[in-house]
């Protein structure tokens, strides 16, 4: 399973578009790229999935380069009810889902 | 579809008891995962059972155990209760083996 590591936090503003990069070096060729949202108390919600390039949906969008080695979750204009942990994971299909720490993104009025 | 669903939300018990969790997944997935939330250690995985047979499995002691049935639904029974395993634990479903549909967990206190 291929380590993770992205920021502790983040602290935006409503209105603006929110970035977290997540960085999974030793990614496998089998491995896709999964985020998912959680707010307190609550089990963690799917966001979106990628294997490469750039995959849109209607809450996100999720940029991959060529090597896979990061990825990016955007975030576009961002409300307060997008105050949550964010958590990137990186596996292949069936394998056990290990979640990081997550990034705790803050938004500010 | 009705997403999963989680018995009980709430839960007090007393150090040295045991108690049986279930879950109901979203119908038709197969796949259940057992998760372990605390504010100290985060999300760790327990187990996941596909087809009635656990698949994979975490780092925690034989005092917690699984079990999936017939119909998909699950259940996951700690035995011996200590205070450290005071937690909000989560159940997810999954039909692809990507991505995982969580239920809203049962908080589960141990005195």
């Known amino acids: 399973l291929a380590k993770t590591t992205q920021p502790i936090s983040m602290d935006s503003y409503e209105g603006q578009e929110v970035n977290i990069t997540c960085s999974h070096n030793n990614i496998a060729t089998n491995d896709y790229i999964t985020w998912y949202q959680q707010f307190p108390s609550q089990g963690p919600r799917f966001i979106i999935q990628g294997y490469k390039t750039k995959v849109t949906n209607e809450v996100a969008s999720l940029f991959i380069p060529a090597d896979r080695k990061s990825s990016t979750l955007s975030l576009p204009r961002v409300s307060l009810s997008d105050t949550a942990v964010y958590y990137c994971l990186v596996g292949a299909r069936d394998d056990k889902i290990i979640f990081g720490k997550g990034t705790r993104l803050h938004i500010l009025p | 579809k009705a997403g999963v669903t989680q018995t009980p939300r709430y839960l007090i018990k007393t150090r040295g008891q045991q108690v049986t969790l279930s879950c109901s997944p979203i119908s038709g997935h197969r796949s259940v995962s057992w998760y372990q939330q605390t504010p100290g250690q985060g999300l760790q995985f327990l187990f996941e059972?596909?087809?009635?047979?656990?698949?994979n499995k975490g780092n925690f002691p034989g005092r917690f155990s699984g079990r999936q049935f017939s119909n998909s639904r699950s259940e996951m029974n700690v035995s011996t209760l200590e205070l450290g395993d005071s937690a909000l634990y989560l159940c997810a479903s999954s039909s692809t083996g990507y991505e995982q549909y969580f239920g809203p967990g049962t908080r589960l206190t141990v005195t």
């Open positions: 059972y596909f087809s009635e047979t656990q698949r």
